[in-house]
Every structure is written in structure tokens, then in C-alpha cells.
């Protein structure tokens, strides 16, 4: 089969099974696509909780499909490939966060959405990088306690400096590896590109960007913008994404490390395999961890608006 072939297949099997398609914009091109809605980890979380289909079928990784199997407890999710998982997920456990509180009690326990179902049961509430800024900013505590990405915490508590913030020393892997040299090198490379970056990216790099904001935030920063050039510090896959939607602009990666493997893992034939019955992996969640992962997360869509 060709890739527009089963594309057309898959058009026609989502339909005929009223599935959903909800795609990361991190996934590949080719899989956008087919997709009945592609945003950043917020817009997901809010397309799950409106979504009226019988079914829905998440290209990204796992704590994206546990996400939206709590906003939908009663339709079928499925993550289209079982071994995508996000690495920055796995770095804390329950017990590692009762390790934690106990060292700041009274805190308010933020966790960055990209985090077990699990472990949200012992957080207050969550937030995705779109929103982290809003909703720590909105929340009657003074103390946060900010899980599990330092880097996107450091961000946020530089812009609410009333506020006493505490961090877990994890983050992603991936944004982790873009340094200021890297910088340096893409600014003498391409001196009139303005260079956009994800918060999950070190302060190093954050403090030197024009633009810090989520995945889709950094789309609509380089549509709406008059530059001609942009230097992109997320996921390389957007950088492609970003070319195919403004041909007449131009695309740089800041780092040719910033792959994301487990974002990269989900295949159209994943996709395929998964709507005919032969693949993917249907979420299946405790109903005690999706009440109290749940409400965690709907306080996330009602702070984030
Ligand atoms: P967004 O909040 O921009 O979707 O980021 C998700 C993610 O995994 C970033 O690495
Ligand atoms: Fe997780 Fe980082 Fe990959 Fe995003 S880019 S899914 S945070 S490892």
C-alpha cells in the first residue's frame, strides 16, 4: 500500500467505526494528516473532554491516551503504539512524591501533565506548558511545589516571583540537550532568524530566545509573525511542520539532538493496525485513579480557561 492509500483507509475505518484521531504536534507529517484534531498536550486534554465520538485514538504518548481515557472514563481510548511513553513521565513515583511533600509541607503539588495517571492522584492540580504560567499564577496558594520538570517550572516561577516555588530535579531528556552554545552557533548561522523555544529547554537557552511558549504557541508565533526566518528549540518535527504550512518562510533546527524517539514511534501502520483491531493498546485505567487523577486535571481546564 502506498501512504496516501492507507491514509484513505484510515479515513474511511475512523468513520465507519466513529473514532476520533487526536495527533500530537509532534507526530510525523504524514500522520497529522489524517488526524481529526493535532494541538499541543492542553488542546488535546480539551478536545478529549468535548469529544462526542464513540471511540478515540491517540497518536502521541502514553500519558496523552491515560489523559484523555480520564476525561472520556466512558468511551475506548487507545494509544496507537504501546511503546510510547514519555521518558520525563517515568521519573517520579508515588513515593518519590510522598518523599518530597514531606519535605515541603503545606505546598501546593503542581504536576506538568506529561506525568503518570498515578501520580497525579497525589497532585492538586495539573498544568501543560500552555497553561503552567495561568494557572500557578490563578491558584489561592503561595507555595508550589513544581513536578516534574524543572526547567518549565524555573520559567514559570521567574514570572511570578511572589510566589515561593520548589522543583524535582527531572525534565525531558530531549529539550534538555539544547545548550546555549547551540544557540550561539544558530544565531551566527542564521543572524535574522528570531529564534522560538519550548520552556521545557534550560534557562540558558530560554533567557536567550524571543519567543518561550508551548508547542502550538511557538506554531502561532511563527505564522502570525513578519520574520522571514526562525530557529526552532522544541521537537524537530516541527520544524518540518512549520515548513510544509509557510513555504515562503524558512525552518532551522536549534539542535539535531532535539528528537524525540518516543514521540517518532507511531507509524500510519500503527494507526491502521489499531482501527482494524489489530493493534495499539486500549487504555484501561482504576476507577479510583481516573476520579482522582480526573479531577487534577478538569481543575487544569477550568483554571486554564
Ligand atoms: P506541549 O505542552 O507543548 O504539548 O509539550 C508536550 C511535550 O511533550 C513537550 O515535550
Ligand atoms: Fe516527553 Fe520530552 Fe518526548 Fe515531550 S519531548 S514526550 S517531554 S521526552
Avoid at 289 to 300: F, L, S, T
Wanted: charged letters at 20%; aromatic letters at 6%; one cysteine or more.
Amino acid at each position: 500500500m502506498t501512504v496516501r492509500e492507507i491514509q484513505d483507509e484510515i479515513l474511511r475505518l475512523k468513520k465507519e467505526k466513529d473514532i476520533y484521531i487526536l495527533a500530537h504536534a509532534y507526530q510525523k507529517q504524514s500522520v497529522l494528516e489524517i488526524a481529526d484534531a493535532v494541538g499541543d498536550s492542553y488542546g488535546l486534554s480539551v478536545h478529549a473532554s468535548q469529544c462526542s465520538h464513540q471511540g478515540v485514538l491517540m497518536c502521541g504518548v502514553r500519558f496523552m491516551a491515560e489523559t484523555c481515557k480520564i476525561l472520556c472514563p466512558d468511551k475506548k481510548v487507545w494509544l496507537a503504539n504501546p511503546m510510547a511513553g514519555c521518558p520525563m513521565a517515568q521519573q517520579l513515583d508515588l513515593e518519590g512524591l510522598k518523599k518530597l511533600k514531606a519535605l515541603y509541607p503545606g505546598f501546593t503539588v503542581v504536576a506538568y501533565i506529561n506525568t503518570t495517571a498515578l501520580l497525579k492522584t497525589g497532585c492538586d492540580v495539573c498544568v501543560t506548558s500552555a497553561s503552567a504560567e495561568k494557572i500557578c499564577r490563578a491558584l489561592d496558594s503561595d507555595h508550589i511545589l513544581f513536578i516534574p520538570d524543572p526547567n518549565l517550572g524555573h520559567y514559570v516561577a521567574q514570572k511570578i516571583p511572589e510566589k515561593t516555588f520548589a522543583f524535582y530535579d527531572g525534565g525531558c531528556p530531549r529539550h534538555k540537550v539544547a545548550t546555549k552554545d547551540h544557540v550561539l552557533k544558530a544565531r551566527s548561522l542564521h543572524p535574522n532568524a528570531l529564534l522560538l523555544v519550548h520552556p521545557e529547554c534550560i534557562p540558558q537557552v530560554t533567557e536567550l530566545a524571543d519567543y518561550v511558549g508551548s508547542t502550538t504557541g511557538i506554531m502561532d508565533y511563527a505564522k502570525k509573525s513578519t520574520a522571514r526566518e526562525f530557529v526552532i528549540g522544541t521537537e524537530n518535527s516541527i520544524v518540518e511542520h512549520l515548513q510544509f504550512a509557510h513555504p515562503d518562510k524558512k525552518f532551522y533546527p536549534l539542535s539535531s539532538e532535539l528528537t524525540c524517539m518516543d514521540m517518532q514511534l507511531t507509524t500510519l501502520m500503527d494507526i491502521y493496525n489499531c482501527l482494524k483491531g489489530n493493534g495499539g493498546e486500549e487504555i484501561q485505567l482504576p476507577e479510583n485513579v481516573i476520579e482522582k487523577a480526573g479531577a487534577c486535571i478538569r481543575r487544569m481546564i477550568q483554571l486554564g480557561g
